[in-house]
């Protein structure tokens, strides 16, 4: 049953159809049977008997349309509105059709909702609109063209994104794939090696590398020692290509492997000369050499800026914060490192770094032409560093640290005495002499040789090895400001002092001159000259990293390292061509032609401290890759 709210909604609704449907299509016949109103009303009686009622005053005869407005009709019992809707329901009560009850319902229900629109159009009208944003750009049509662009644009961005971290497709290789981290880089460099005129080429610089790497050398022979080059400019084209990758071992592991170029096993360069003839061999487009650079496992714990441990086993990367002053920068580090940080507070974060590292292991059939063996006389190098990072304020941070290296069994030993026949017999402190070495260090010869009948009493037959005369108990104090105020350039200002703790001069000229045995060959040794400190500063203004074109920096230094403050064979190998016993300039720039390639250009200018002149000029002009 319909409720009496229902019925009156109804009743008003068939009503306005009704009356709407006469005005506008007038009946030519009445409906006498109520058969259009029943089929309307749905069959409700009282809804049928309205419907009637309207049929039946609807299905007169139309009057002829008035040539002049009708005139209003009499005057109504009900007091006349401006408003259309309640005359209209006042009417249908004078006529019957809606009882006054039903009227005054629809009359309040309709000023309800008037109300109610009028409060929502006042609402609307009182929030005020918001300011557009001050760069907001307001475009009332998009041009479909404009659209394909953008669809177009947006489309290729995530694509690229895609690729890239590889959400693209399903994947098609194992997880273990994405935990690997390739990295390769390459260099092309033009070098000019340019000596001055007024080097000593007498015979003042003999090459201790080569003597000690080969045939011991007859210091009473009548040949001069292998020597340096120190009157003759070259040009050499050389290459450098490393390849390698670090791989995610889970639960805070971590490998890598590096491979890379290098004309031979030198720690301190992986330069390969091209077209290189080096006692006979290569030349001709011959293949280059590879060599195992670095292989090492990490553990980290904490892995954040301010917090981290990490300890480090195999061949890796320096781990010390340090110049070329002492360490050069391809030099790898084999053994294990232990290093931590942690910001103890704002801006402070303290650091250290302790490593143990094996510099030389005995052969283990030490003497080779022997039954019976000698002692092994291993080196080994202890490091332990402590410093500061301090960001000081927005634009200056400030790095100090202090180190000390402790090279255990790194200075020649004096052998036994003995008489060697041939180039072939070994003493047993042979092993004592540096395995690789520049120039520069003091060397005295280790070999002790009784003179008799066999040698012509030390006339003859007097093969001899080279180690170092001194200690090394290296103490440094390296730091580093920088000011970013006028970023994205940066003001680097860093700086490095060595000393040799270790280092006797008397001890040293005892040595060579006491155990020497017989006269050297003319120019082999000399007196000793020569100290125990070492310095560098550096000034760099630019961008702190090349990361697209035309970013740029250039860098000025100067070096002053006497001849045992460091061990040479571990320093820097472009300056003066390497070693200690150098003091000069250095100037250079760098420039991005993109965000993988960039240029450099550099000049070395050493000259010797002590000793013999040596005069030397070096231009450096490198292309750079990486991938």
Sequence with gaps: MLTQRQRSLHLGLLVLLAWLVAATFPLQAADPTGEIAQTISGGDPSLVEAATSVDQATAQPPAPAPSTPPAPSATPAFARSQNVTINLINRLVERGVLTKQDATELIHMA???????????????????????????????????????????????????????NWAAPRTFPDWVLRFKFFADLRIRYEGDFFPSGNDNTGAFPNFNAINTGPPFDVRGTLFSPQLNVDQDRDRFRLRARFGFAADLTENFTAGIRIATGENNSPVTTNQSLGLANQGQGGDFSRYAIWLDRAFLRYDLGGQPGSDFSISVGRFDNPFFSSELIWDDDLGFDGIAVQAKYEVAKGITPFGVAGAFPVFNTDFNFSSNRPDKFASYDKYLYGGQLGNDWHITRDVDLKLAAAYYYFQNIQGKLSDPFIPLTAQDAGNTDDSRPAFAQKGNTYFPIRNIIPDATNDFGTINQFQYFGLATPFRELAFTGRIDYSHFQPVLVSLSGEYARNVAFDGTDIARKAINNRGPEPAPGLLGPFVGGDT????????????????????????????????VVDGFNDSDFGLGGTNLKGYTVGGSLALASHVWLNLRWLSADSIAGPTFNNDIIQFDINARF
Excluded: F, S
């Design 111 to 165: 000023e309800e909702d008037a109300a109610a629109a009028r409060a929502e159009a006042t609402a609307a009208q009182a929030t005020p609109t918001p300011p557009p944003e001050e760069d907001a750009v307001r475009v009332t049509y998009v041009p479909e063209v404009v659209k394909r662009e953008l669809r177009e644009e947006i489309k290729q961005e995530v694509m690229t994104q895609a690729r890239e971290e």
């Design 534 to 565: 070492g310095w560098l500063v550096n000034l760099r203004v630019g961008n702190a990293a090349l990361e697209k074109r035309w970013d740029w920096n250039v860098a000025i230094g100067y070096r002053y390292i006497e001849t045992d403050a």
